[in-house]
Structures are given as C-alpha cells and as structure tokens.
C-alpha cells in the first residue's frame, strides 16, 4: 500500500466515472476499479464476433446536459433534441406508426390533437423529475424522531426544490404529482383514444421494469424514462460505449487512474470507518474515501459485509427490490432485416403489454413479448420483456434459447425473412446481466423503480443521500436516488454530499 | 386465552406454596413466596441457603462458528475475550444506544453460549445472525434452573455436587454432576450474596429439588419465591426490565428509553472492543457527551420519615416487600426523577430506593426528597442519593 487515494470509486459504469470525472476535475486524486477488461458498466457498446457490435445493454442514451457542460464532455451533433430518431409501433399489415402528431392523424384525429398537449405535459413533468433528481433527498428518518445529523443545510435543497416546483406552476405541478402512482394504461386514456398509441406510450413505462402497464406507478416510470431519453425513443443508438470511453477519457484527463479487470472483493471497515478496499487478487487499496457505484445490496451486503452494518439497515438492504425481468437477443443479420432505423416497439395492445408482464408474475419466460427493437446496420439488437431472474422452472445457463426463439417468433409476424437471413445471435439472460455486467437479479435499475423505493426512499428509507452507515463510504450508482437508467444523475449527485 | 405454563419445579414448589401468591413471570407461575411473611425467606438468601426457581428466565443456546461474533455484535461486553467457563453479564441495545433487554452469557463451549434474557429476543437474535454461521435454539422449556443463594450454599453444593465448588470464582461456570445428573453450576445470582445457579435438564429438575432440599435442611435452606428476592436484588442495585426500565423495543416513548450508562452499566459498556457492535455509535456519542439520566441508590432518611409520621400521630409505615411502583423524587419543587423500586432493606435497616435521577442530581450525597404517603396524604421524605450497591457482603466474590 504505498498510494493512499482520496477517493477509490468501485465500477466503472457511467455513474461511477461521472462521479470520477468530478472528483478528478476537482484535483482529487482518484482512482476507477473495474471489475471487467472494458469500462461502461451497462452502458457499453461490444462486439459479439466479427462484424456483430451492439449496444450490449442500453441502447445509446445520453448524460444529463449539465454533466456534459461541466465536464466539457464533447457532444458535437449528437443528442440534439431535433434530429431525434423516430419511435415505432409495429402494425400488422405492415403500415409502421410513428408516434407522432402528424403519423398518428391516420389513426385518429383526436389523439393528433391531443398529442402536443401530451408532450407539452410529459416534458413538464420529466422537468419536475429532473429537479427532484437534483436534489439529494434529506434522511427522512423511519425513527419517530429526526435523525439527529437532519441539518438545515439538507432542509435548503428541498425549499429550492419546493420554489422550482413552484415555478413549474400550479396545475402542472398537481398533475405530475397524481401521474407518479397512476398506471401507465390510465394515464395513455387520459390523453388518448386509440389503443394502439397508448400501447405505444405504455410500453416505455414498463421498459426495464417488472411491472405491468397496469401497475401502479408506472405513470412514474414512464415520465422516468421519458426524462432519460428525452421522449419516447431511444437516442445515441449504437453508441453507448462512447458514452462511457468520453466519460473514461475525461477522468484520465482530469488526472483520474481507472483500472480494469479490478474487481473488488470487499470494502476495508474499521470501526465504521471505510478504509480502503480488497481487490479479489488480494491487492489492498486505501483511500480517503470510497464510492460505490454497485448496486446497493451488492455493495452493503457483500462488499461491506452484514456484520458491520445496523440490524435495521441490513433488514431494509436485503428488502431492496432486485426482480429483473430484461433480457437482450442480438442478431447478426445480411443487413437486409428491414427494419426501420429508431425505436422499434412490439406493442399492440395495453393488455398485450400487461400478458407479457403477467408471465414474469409467475416466473415464466413472455412467449408474446414486449420487445424494444434498435437497428445498429446489419445488427438488430432486441430488448425483450419479460425474462423473470427467478424463474419457477428452468435454468438461465440453458434457457437463454427460449428468450432468442420467442423474440424471433414475435418478430417475424412484421419480418417474415428475418430468421433466415441471421448469422449469428447473441443472448444476453438475467443471469448473464448479473454475472458479467454485475446487475443484481439482472435488474436493470440496481433496485425496481417503484414508488416505495423512490425519492426519499431510495435505496432505502432513511438512507437516501447517498450515505451509509459505514463512514466513508457513499453510494452512487444507479440504485440510488436520482439513479435508474443512463443519466449520470447519482454520479453527478454524490460528489455533492462529499466533504 | 394465554394460559400460564408451570415450570419442571411445579410439582415441588405448588407443594410448598402456602399463600398461592403465584406471579407471572415470562408466561410461568413463578412462586411470589412460600410463607405468608418474608421474613424468613429473605433471611434465607442472607444467613443460609435460598432456594429461588428461576426456570422462566428465557435461555438461547447459540452454537457454531459465528456463535461468538454474534454475540459480540449483539450485546456491550468483549465476548471474544470470554474464556470457555466464563460467565459475562451484559445488556443489548438498538442502534440508538437504548437497551432492549440484559441477562448472561455463558461461554459453555469455544464456540457454544447460553444467554438468558427477561423476554423473547430470538426475533432480534435471528436478523442480526444474516450472513452467520450459528445456530440459536430457545431453550428456555428444555433447561431448568435454579439459583441458590446465600452464604451457606458452597457447603451445601460441595456435599450435593460431585466435584467441589470450592475453585468456582465469581462469574465462572463449571461443569458438574448432581445425583449423577449432568448440571452446569454458574456462581451467578440476583441477590448480591454468595450464589449459585444451577442449570439442568428440565426432566432432571425435580431429582435435584429433593436432594438440594435434603441436604440443605442441615443449613437452613429455604424454598424462596421471587418477592423475597426483588427486596435482596434491589440492595444489591440489580434492576428489572418492565419495572426499572422499559424495553427500547416496545417504548412507546423516546423518554421511556434507558441506555446502559444511564441504568449504571458503564462497567459493561466495552467501546474498545474491535468491529461493530449494535449501539456502538450512539453509545459512543453518549460516552463522550454524557448521560442526562443516571440511576443511583436513594436512603431515605429514617428521622425524616418519623417527623412526617408524627403529625398523625403514627410510626413511620412501610410495605413489608419491595415496592414496584413509581415515585417522584423532587429538590425543592422541582421533580428531578423518581424512584422505580423501593423497598425496606432488613439487613441494612433502611428504607432505600432505585433511583432515577436527570442530571445533576444524581451526585453522591445529594439531598432530595421522595414522596410517601401518609394516612392518604402526599409527603416528601428527606433523602441521599447513594452509590449503588447498598448491599455487598465480602463473600458475593471470594
């Protein structure tokens, strides 16, 4: 041990190196361990053999804007809101829609008319939600009293929060509020007719989360999601590792070291005090400070270990909400799929779309799947819902064929030749999220993204600045608040609540 | 409805209980007394060889690898300092510092303990074992137990036990054979005497009653029920949970919450142990700041209480047992705490008290006043705090 560190950051997803690259443009010496060869977490583009490269996980995304202004992060022509790519509901006779006012005429007049209104409210509400993913939220304790270090410095964040909610204005303001607990299906009525456009809208809520257009809270989870993409469809497609390899670079030029193939083993305690890590090959590692941006279970439970932790607090993290249900199926193709380039949904109906989810229900595989389809070239890259982590018969080491089998089915009723013109697949199964890229249960968002495990209360009650019960040690991955999909938002928070 | 359990000694102690003063205690029938007075009971656990069943205590058994970590992580002590045979009392706290029960641990094994405890803790005991190797087995129907206390009992126990008891320090633990039964003798008590406690399988109990009371009777043994015992307890300075102090796991209140310092535990407190321990921060913070609550021993002044008697023409009027009842403690006329048991102390001759007092009344030598009452009347009677024990005969260790 002969560098002590300021601060160690555990992974090298887009979380971790935005936490990073703050740090280090701070002039922290700091230091990025990645447990595998490349850095990018989930947000990561990889090659599955020769001339078969896809966005392994998410497909493209982008940082929140003022992560890319502060960190000088290069965006030339990319992500610009008016050259977005479309977002498409598959129809049966082949006759596309793209959601938009003028595609969605031909459907129904009235959906087109309602549909600026739609966006008008869905971005308002996606602003509401970035500013309260701005705020660090304050230790709303479970203890009938305040915990004793609830400040009035973390009282502040909130009455700025509270003035910007007010600035979003009155009725905008009730309406994102009564939106967060609807269900998806409830809040598409609410603006639309035609069961095709709300299917549509649906099927982003439910995207990455195990829970059915008629869920509640899923009115939350597609504001969510439509704030990380800026809409319904994804954009950056095809590069995701660019996002990470910008991020990594900039760490490096900010004077940060990142290591690779680096896994950390377990985080040093000493009386409460985070010291230091473990690498798995035996390394030890001090610093001053240690971020994590695994997930929290994995991070508290096995990192840290049980033994050092608050019984309460170990009985809140084994409680977190893991419960993946995503799996991905890449096609190497002739490049003749015809697909149409941007968001690809398989949505027909709202109750389509709730089967699908009711499968993982009872720990089955969707044989009708809600897919999310990307084209990057000749590579067709598939998001495929519902795919249960815990399945009640199988084995994910054998049933990633299932997954590839029923994606192809669904797929070919809109690309009849699709089977026949692949060369090669590449299945990516719950198991494999949690084993290779380190997804806990394959889920996604390092924690369900639900109403009792947001805000304040994420990742557990009482726990949501990113603090822990461990001194030194922060929490700044996706599992946090402000965190689930690619935003950097947790990376960007954490450093805020760093002395 | 919850119907009372009796304990392995019911057939004996059901026998001998002549006033049917049965208490409830942990869900048992416990033996309030066995005459109609105390005297000679409590006389018992002073001059000669008290015989108390005290087979409701709650007892875990926590056996394997982790045994002792758990143990370490639950309770204040060191217990990997523990040797084998070594008995430790201590208290367990919540992560805020408050204490939620208290009892012994007996390291019978390298990796085996027994704990007993006022209530049910297995629930606590279980979510703070995740990731544990170690097994937790209630054991409290299984193993019955006796405290035998006074100064006569080594005697009684060299005659009675296979090995002698002789080298048997204060707090250690040996194993032993009573009628050839397989016990565990602890020299432990809740009188502040010279004591024992002998811990025996519950279908070995009533063997071991008989033969205790048969060689005992040549020094004066006693059955003796649990009301004797909280008068012998409280000049000892031992308290109770639910009668001096609340449990933090069902306060309802955060003021009726007690740490360890505040009841006097300090000595028990180990905040240099190594790792994580529950409470360890709170109490850490505590340590450093200081309590606003200390519990102390409170003599109320026996003139003072003639004075207040006198004015209605009475002697000074006090229960024959201990009291469990709250009673304000005032300086001037400002209530500054209150005194959770009192009780007549027949070998101290004194009224005394467990008191609980804010900050800074509970310095030694302090003047306060208790309220009594007289012929239906409110009255303060003159008082000192006290260090506690009150009562510490040079045989409770040697």
Partial sequence: MTKIYDCIIIGAGHNGLVAAAYLARQGKKVLVLERRAIVGGSVVTESFGENFQADSIYAGGTLRPDIIKDLGLDTSEKNTRSTRPPFISLQADGNHLILDAESIKRISEKDAARWPEFVRFMNKAAYILDAAYATIMPRLSTLPRLPMNFGIREGYGLLELGLELRLAG??????????????????????FESEIVKAAIASVAIHGSTLGTMSAGTG???????????????????????????????????????????????????????????????????????????????????????????????????????????????????????????????????????????????????????????????????????????????????????????????????????????????????????????????????????????????????????????????????????????????????????? | MEKLRTTPFHERTSALCQPQNWRKWAGYFAAGSYEHTLDREYWAIRNSAALIDVSPLIKYVIKGKD????????????????????????????????????????????????????????????????????????????????????????????????????????????????????????????????????????????????????????????????????????EAGLFMLDVDYTSASHAWIEPQKSSPFELGLDWTVALDKPGYFVGRRALEREKREGS??????????????????KQVGLPPQIPGMAVRGSLPIFVGNVQVGYASTSTWSPVLKKYIALAHLQKPYFEIGMDVRMEITVEHHRQHAPAKVVKLPFYEPEWKKK
Avoid at chain 1, 181 to 188: C, F, I, K, S, V
Avoid at chain 1, 243 to 267: D, H, Y
């Fill in chain 1, 170 to 191: 009155r009725k905008d303001m009730l309406n994102f509020i009564r939106a967060l607990p609807m269900t998806a299906q409830e809040l598409a009525e609410e603006y």
């Fill in chain 2, 67 to 234: 045994a002792a970590a758990l143990l370490h992580r639950v309770t204040t002590r060191d217990i990997h300092k523990m040797k084998v045979g070594q008995v430790a009392y201590t208290g367990w706290c919540d992560e805020e510092g408050k204490l939620i029960d208290d009892g012994t641990v007996t390291r019978l094994e390298e990796s085996t303990f027994r704990l007993t405890a006022a209530e049910p803790n297995l629930r606590w005991l279980t979510m703070n074992a995740v990731g544990m190797d170690v097994k937790i087995t209630e054991v409290t129907d299984d193993v019955a137990a006796l405290s035998f206390q006074g100064p006569n009992t080594r005697k009684v126990l060299n005659i009675v036990a296979e090995k002698p008891v002789d080298e048997l320090k204060y707090f250690r633990m040996m194993k032993n054979k009573i009628n050839g039964v397989e016990v565990t003798i602890s020299r432990t008590g809740y009188t502040g005497d010279l004591g024992y406690e002998i811990w025996m399988d519950a279908k070995d109990a009533l063997p071991i009653w008989d033969k205790l009371m048969e060689v005992g009777s040549d020094y004066g043994i006693a059955p003796v029920g649990i009301l004797a015992m909280d008068m012998a307890r409280v």
């Fill in chain 1, 220 to 499: 939350y989870t597609l504001i969510h999601n439509w704030l990380n993409r800026g809409g319904l469809a994804n954009i950056n497609v095809g590069k995701a590792g660019e996002i990470t390899q910008t991020l990594a670079n900039a760490v490096k030029s900010f004077g940060g070291e990142i290591r690779t193939e680096a896994e950390v083993a377990n985080i040093k305690v000493e009386n409460q005090i985070a010291k230091g890590v473990v690498l798995a090959n035996g390394e030890e590692i001090s610093a001053n400070q240690i971020l994590s941006s695994a997930d929290p279970k994995h991070t508290l439970l096995k990192l840290v270990g049980a033994q050092d932790l608050p019984p309460e607090f170990i009985w809140h993290t084994q409680s977190i909400k893991m419960r993946g249900s995503v799996a991905k199926v890449h096609l190497q193709t002739n490049g003749e799929h015809g697909i149409p380039a941007g968001t690809v949904v398989l949505a027909p109906s709202i109750k389509y779309l709730e089967r699908a989810y009711d499968a993982a229900k009872y720990g089955e595989i969707s044989e009708k799947p809600y897919l999310e389809v990307t084209t990057s070239g000749n590579v067709v890259s598939i998001h495929f819902q519902f795919a249960p982590y815990q399945l009640k018969t199988g084995d994910w080491r054998l049933d990633g064929k299932k997954v590839e089998k029923f994606a192809i089915v669904a797929l070919s009723e809109y690309f009849p030749n699709l089977q026949s013109l692949i060369s090669n697949s590449h299945v990516i199964t719950p198991l494999d999220l949690e084993t290779t890229y380190g997804l806990a249960e394959g889920d996604l968002n390092h924690g369900q993204l639900m109403l009792d495990q947001f805000l304040f209360m994420r990742p557990i009650p009482g726990w949501s600045n990113h603090k822990t019960p461990i001194d030194n040690l922060y929490l700044c991955g996706s599992g946090v608040h402000g965190g689930g999909g690619v935003s950097g938002a947790a990376g960007r928070n954490v450093v805020k609540v760093l002395k």
């Fill in chain 2, 292 to 309: 606003t609550w200390k519990m102390m021993g409170l003599e109320v002044d026996w003139v003072g209480m003639e004075n207040i008697f």
